[in-house]
């Protein structure tokens, strides 16, 4: 009864340990991939939603849409980009 107490008290610490192994190595991911491939992209659609602003910057003066054009277009991608905190790729952050 001893024996298998003490292996089942082993098996437990060994399957939980491992919980904790893979939740941590997400985490190391979601931030390498953040950093490494996110944040440029974020960058890179900030640079192409603030030219596309510009251009289309009159016809949404025209139609009064002006802050949901800047909102879509430069506040968000800058938002995703510099204000969101490393490693959040979902939208709850």
């Known amino acids: 009864m001893k024996k298998i107490l003490t ?3 082993i098996l437990v ?3 939980t340990s491992s919980m904790a192994f893979a939740a941590s190595g997400r985490d190391e991911v979601n931030i390498i991939a953040d950093t ?3 944040r440029p992209l974020g960058f890179a659609a ?3 939603g603030t030219a596309i602003f ?3 910057l009159p016809m949404a003066a025209i ?7 800047a909102a879509a277009l ?5 938002r995703y980009t510099f204000v969101r905190p490393v490693g959040e790729t979902g939208r709850g952050w």
């Open 36 to 38: 490494l491939f996110l």
């Open 74 to 78: 430069v506040k968000e991608p800058f």
């Open 7 to 9: 292996m089942l008290l």
């Open 63 to 69: 139609t009064k849409s002006v802050d949901k054009t």
């Open 46 to 48: 900030l640079v192409g």
């Open 13 to 15: 610490i060994v399957l």
């Open 54 to 56: 510009v251009i289309g």
